[in-house]
């Protein structure tokens, strides 16, 4: 006999309540169950990525309430009544997001795993500082890992959006 | 259309998107989060893997006791190397899909799960008990090269396709050695002999996407359907149905975007824990995604390398012979290290005329994490022997050391070791344009007398591997839709657009109507592999081919219809143009007005293998020649770097990189650029920050946290720089760039640290550590 479910023995289950894109979802989870979980699996919103589990490396970053956070390592029982923006949510009436066009202008896209985090760690940065500069960006950005190594086209693509000063300061 | 044909019709051509800045076309799938990875496939049903993994470097596996593990909650299936005793292996067939009676490093699958979750499918693992019989343990090559050493595959002879390349009796899995000419003659004319001893380490791919496959077997047919992030799908086809005994055309590999590869999703990896697995689930697909920690210790790494070079030289810098003595720490098993073993090694020589040389190079077994191909495919390893000692040499002979790689470097109508006459050779172009760019022979601007600056330049050359074949298919359908049908996974290297961009320019369309499928075995038809730097040129070629076909049949359709000599029609953004004429009437109302309102498509297809071009002939009258030796493109680059040495902390600062690559015609700049500023990134970051911590086989530093890859802060000012030398062959005059790119990079660096502080770095990586202690010995000297 195989059992349906693998659950812990005790089964309990926590309620949250949470605003993903502007849509409001009150839903039942395990208590370990993380926002990356929760977005991916639950949501079915895949644009976040996972690249360690563990965060270091920052694919996963979300919006939660603007702030960037690795949300491999937030539990979802956590972000109860926060608003939370992921990649699927910068296009609006069918526009890219300004952030999204520039990246796919210069050439700040390869493998692109890592694009939607680093979209939405840049977005996190312009809404509280729209003209950042080159080095206020790359403090902002150093915290999602690109193998692909696109970070002086990203850089370029954020600096575009924001009209900031390039160059070390 | 006959690919002679093919070319001048091509040649002939005024180019719209070929050559232009064109926007990625997968870009807006990246950015908006709609693009499926291997790691996003779900599927119905779908159960989950994970893998119980050897905590010893090597052991006789005694007993493995699942009993508890198959009776835990929502646990389908439990799988050990008993269960499933397959063995595969490209170049030897050596590596079980699990371990079947010993474990070879720490790390290697013993037994995997399949469960209703992840969470499920580990919990089980912790119920698996395994007993082991430790066994010695070889960790250096260099130990276990020797005679009497004890073995890692006792029975390596009797193993399949161990050919003629192993060595019986002893951990050598691959020996490879080329002569030509006569090097003791050669060091006897020589002036200066210079014998130096290098070492390139073995670093991870780190690709951002983690390993991730889903397979699912269908157990009345016998046959798999296999989801999976690689480069090379055909390939892993033919791998998987070698090993488990089934016709290739029982396995279906579908291939969603790739997040990354390098070079690390070429074999079978979380493939082979899916297919054993998926064995016994009875029809439900599994998936098996590997962890961070297991991407870093239990995939693959870059093949680490010992190097002794001896190199004569004359006083004026030319060379009279090289020996080079390479050993190659394969790891556990030989996956595709064996082709790096030879084909990296014969790049030692560097793109530099030497009369007489002989090479040794030796892939040995070791218990540590399986090696195998890594961007360069073990050309990185060899340019930081070869470009090291030529700085070297420069500096003791005292000649510039951009002028003697301009006085020994090839040029067009060169030999190369093998006697292939070189063509499409920018390598002095790239020399003078990444010189130049950097200001070589300006002075560096000292910061302070603790920090000091300096620079270096290394150059690299690189073949793709010579004949590989590709196929494809283009559809038009009516409403002028193009698909092009082929199997070139995007890994993140452009392949995609770069197709779409060959297809629109030479059908004649608009590039926003071409798309390219996914990979599916089913389907697309054979390729290679997008591996060596040889997409843009055999699928370039490939779909030049099919686009022309496809253009041919669209103008004769036309001609009919028109009543015009289909020789006096072209084809432009989709529109049919008479010559002196104009615009006589669109693609599409061209089709519907041959074809009414039904459903119609024009075909077009093309197969390319270059094994029949002469520009691969080799010197018959050699000895040792080895088919593998001719490209038919050879790569060039020059990198130069500017660096800052604090001599109080032995921290190397890079302030600057440029970098100058001859790829032959750059079909779209942008990806040209992308595959240079990540390469040198990718090379900077496993020169000065990347290095696996072992003990006792033991991967110690197994997260992101530990193993430092590069961000965007570690970032130097980088100007790529493109030389198009136009390969005659080449699409539109195409060679790559992916793979040399990140190999001039180190030496350049370990280059301008000797610019700027006197010391020279042999050992990769350049640590902190290494260079403080460099600094001591220095001064200790009195130098």
Redesign the interface.
């Known amino acids: 006999m195989v059992e349906i479910n693998a659950r812990r023995k005790d089964n309990v289950k926590v309620t949250v309540n949470l605003t993903v894109n502007g849509e409001h979802h009150q839903a039942e989870v395990e208590p370990q169950t993380t926002l990356l979980e929760f977005l991916r699996e639950s949501l079915h919103l895949t644009g976040t990525k996972e690249g360690c589990g563990t965060g270091d490396c920052g694919t996963c970053t979300v919006l939660v309430e603007g702030h960037p956070v690795n949300s491999c390592l937030m539990l979802v029982a956590d972000a109860k009544g926060c608003e939370v923006t992921t990649i699927e949510g910068l296009v609006r009436d069918g526009r890219l997001h300004p952030l999204q066009q520039s990246f796919i202008m210069h050439g700040a896209v390869q493998c692109g795993f890592c694009s939607p985090a680093m979209i939405l760690s840049a977005k996190a940065l312009l809404d509280r500082n729209p003209g950042a500069g080159e080095d206020h960006i790359k403090q902002a950005l150093s915290g999602v890992l690109c193998r692909c190594g696109s970070y002086k086209k990203i850089i370029q693509s954020v600096l575009a959006v924001s009209g900031g000063e390039k160059g070390n300061v | 259309m006959p690919f002679q044909e093919a070319r001048r019709e091509m040649s002939e051509m005024k180019t719209q998107y070929v050559g232009a ?1 064109i ?2 076309v ?12 291997g ?2 496939v ?1 599927l119905p049903g779908m159960l989950y893997g994970a893998t119980l993994r050897s905590p010893v470097p090597h052991a006789r596996i005694v007993e493995i006791d699942v009993s508890k593990a198959i009776k ?5 299936a439990v799988v050990t190397g008993k269960d499933f005793p397959f063995t595969y292996g490209g170049a030897v067939k050596d590596q079980p899909f699990l371990a079947i009676d010993r474990v070879r490093y720490v790390g290697e699958a013993v037994a995997a799960v399949a ?3 992840e ?2 499918a580990y ?1 089980a693992l912790q119920k698996i008990r395994v007993r082991y019989e430790e066994l010695p343990a070889l960790f250096d090559p260099r130990e276990a090269v020797k005679e009497g050493a004890l073995l890692i595959h006792p029975a390596l002879a009797q193993y399949r396709r161990a050919g003629h390349d192993i060595v019986p009796g002893t951990n050598i899995c691959t020996i490879r050695t080329y002569r030509l000419g006569d090097v003791e003659a050669g060091f006897a004319e020589a002036d200066e002999i210079f014998e130096d001893e290098f070492s390139a380490h073995a670093v991870s ?6 390993h991730a496959a889903v397979a699912q077997y269908f157990p009345m047919k016998g046959n798999y359907t296999l989801w999976s992030s690689t480069d090379r799908p055909y390939l892993m086809v033919r791998e998987l149905a070698d090993a488990l005994n089934l016709s290739p055309s029982h396995i279906r590999h579908i291939v969603p ?4 590869s ?1 070079g690390g999703k070429n074999t079978l990896i979380a493939e082979a824990v899916a297919v054993a697995l998926a064995r016994f689930t009875e029809g439900k697909p599994v998936k098996v995604v590997f ?2 920690q297991e991407e870093l210790t239990a995939t693959q790494t870059r093949v680490a390398a010992f190097m002794k070079l001896k190199t004569g030289v004359k006083k004026d810098g030319t060379f009279t012979a090289r020996k080079a003595e390479i050993i190659w720490d394969s790891g556990a098993y030989v996956s595709n290290a064996s082709g790096v073993a030879i084909r990296g090694s014969y790049t030692v020589f560097g793109p530099y005329r030497i009369p007489n040389i002989e090479l040794i190079s030796r892939l040995v077994y070791t218990n540590k994490e399986i090696s195998g191909s890594y961007r360069g495919f073990g050309t990185t390893q060899v340019t930081w022997a070869c470009e090291s000692q030529m700085d070297i040499i420069a500096r003791k002979l005292g000649i510039d050391p951009l002028e003697i790689r301009m006085k020994n470097g090839y040029v067009e109508g060169d030999r190369y070791i093998n006697g292939q006459v070189l063509h499409s050779v920018g390598l002095k172009e790239t020399l003078e344009k990444a010189s130049r760019e950097i200001g070589w022979g300006e002075t560096s601007t000292q910061p302070s007398t603790i920090k000091r600056r300096g620079k270096g330049l290394a150059v690299t050359l690189k073949g793709t591997p010579t004949p590989t074949s590709s196929t494809c298919f283009i559809k038009v359908n009516q409403d002028t839709d193009v698909t092009v049908i082929c199997t070139v996974p995007e ?4 392949q995609r657009t770069i197709i779409s961009q060959v297809a629109a320019e030479a059908i004649g369309v608009p590039l926003a109507s071409v798309s390219v499928t996914n990979p599916d075995t089913l389907i697309t038809p054979y390729n290679d592999a997008v591996a060596g730097s040889r997409s843009t040129y055999h699928m370039g070629n490939c779909v030049l081919m099919a686009a022309q076909d496809v253009r041919r049949k669209i103008l004769e359709l036309a001609g009919e219809v028109l009543q015009i000599e289909p020789s006096r029609l072209t084809l432009s953004e989709g529109k049919i143009i008479e010559q002196g004429g104009g615009e006589r009437l669109t693609l599409k109302a061209l089709l519907s007005q041959r074809f009414g309102p039904t459903g119609m498509e024009i075909l077009g297809e093309a197969h390319f293998n270059p094994s029949h071009s002469a520009l691969l002939a080799a010197n018959p009258g050699l000895k040792g020649l080895d088919s593998r030796m001719s490209s038919i493109f050879w790569m060039f680059a020059t990198h130069a770097a500017e660096v800052e040495v604090d001599t109080e902390t032995g921290v190397v600062k890079v302030l600057r990189v440029v970098a100058a690559h001859d790829v032959g015609r750059a079909i779209n700049p ?2 040209c ?2 595959q240079i ?6 090379g900077l970051s496993n020169t000065l920050f990347e290095e696996f911590k072992m003990e006792k086989g033991r991967i110690l530093n197994d ?3 530990d193993y430092k ?5 570690d ?1 130097p000012e ?1 100007t790529p720089l493109i030389v198009e030398s136009t390969h005659a062959e080449g699409p539109f005059g195409a060679k790559g760039v992916g793979e040399p790119a990140a190999a001039a990079t180190a030496p350049a660096i370990a280059n301008a640290i000797f610019d700027a502080v006197g010391i020279r770095i042999k050992d990769l990586p350049i640590t902190p550590e290494k260079v403080l202690a460099a600094l001591k010995a220095k001064e200790g000297k009195g130098c």
Request: proline share 2%; no cysteine; hydrophobic share 35%.
């Open positions: 800045r926007s990625r997968d870009a807006q799938d990246k950015v908006t989060g709609n693009a499926v990875y790691f996003d779900d835990a909650p929502g646990v389908r469960a209703e979750t969470l499920a919990e791919h780190t690709t951002l996407e983690l975007y790739v997040g990354g390098f962890s961070r890994t993140g290297g452009g942008v990806t650029e992308q500023e990540g390469s040198v990134l990718m997260s992101l946290s890859v590069l961000t965007t802060l970032m980088m």
